[in-house]
């Protein structure tokens, strides 16, 4: 049975950098972690019509060398506990610790654009893929979710700059911040069955 066919929560996975934290390169250090403008009303928002919250993030400073995997989990851990003073029970927290560079080695399933870790979180938690969104700041972020087979939200704030198209990279809608992408996603009809070839833009 595929994932998506799995009955289950629905999920809205949310990267890390540039959507839900303020995008500062390789940062592990939790006083210098904030949100992103809308985040918490919008993850609050989310979490009231009962979407469970998952951060899936590409973290190569790990393979890097720039910070290791313990100063990574603090900084989870640091996070998990400022969203839960916010009212938000944060479900799940999943890195790709590798390296973006094919020479450094073979490729992973994990890194997005890959599906590997919303994958990986439906199966830890029993989500329903084909019920949840993917919402991101970059296009890989938008290809991730939809091979996962959730809808998805890209956040047009500048921070895609290539713009390469491909099957997987049209999202169902965008949106100017979190709190602007959770009133789309609570507004969003029923997923009728699990995402296939992505539709055009949604209208606000």
């Given at each position: 049975m595929a994932l998506s066919d799995q009955p289950g929560d629905p999920a809205v996975f949310v990267d890390k950098d540039g959507t839900l934290v303020e995008d500062r390169p390789y940062n592990v250090d939790p006083a210098r972690m904030s949100f992103t403008a809308?985040?918490?009303d919008g993850l609050r928002m989310l979490h009231a019509h009962g979407f469970r919250i998952v951060v899936?993030?590409?973290?190569?400073?790990?393979a890097l060398g720039y910070f290791d995997l313990d100063a990574l989990l603090r900084l989870r851990q640091a996070l998990a506990r400022r969203l839960a003073r916010a009212g938000v029970p944060l479900t799940g927290f999943y890195a790709c610790p590798h390296a973006p560079d094919p020479?450094?080695?073979?490729?992973?399933s994990c890194r997005k654009p890959a599906p590997g870790l919303l994958q990986q979180?439906?199966?830890?938690?029993?989500?329903?893929?084909?019920?949840?969104?993917?919402v991101?700041?970059?296009l890989d972020d938008v290809e991730a979710?939809?091979?996962?087979?959730?809808?998805?939200?890209?956040?047009?704030?500048?921070?895609?700059?290539?713009?390469?198209?491909?099957?997987?990279?049209?999202?169902?809608?965008?949106?100017?911040?979190?709190h602007?992408?959770?009133?789309?996603?609570?507004?969003?009809?029923?997923?009728?069955?699990?995402?296939a070839t992505p539709p055009e833009l949604a209208a606000r």
């Open positions: 809308g985040a918490l899936v993030t590409n973290q190569p400073g790990v020479a450094a080695g073979p490729p992973c979180a439906a199966r830890a938690h029993g989500l329903d893929l084909a019920r949840s969104w993917m991101g700041d970059i979710g939809q091979r996962a087979g959730c809808r998805s939200v890209l956040l047009d704030v500048g921070n895609e700059t290539l713009w390469q198209d491909g099957p997987w990279r049209t999202p169902h809608a965008r949106a100017t911040n979190l602007d992408a959770a009133r789309q996603i609570v507004r969003a009809p029923a997923a009728a069955g699990p995402a």
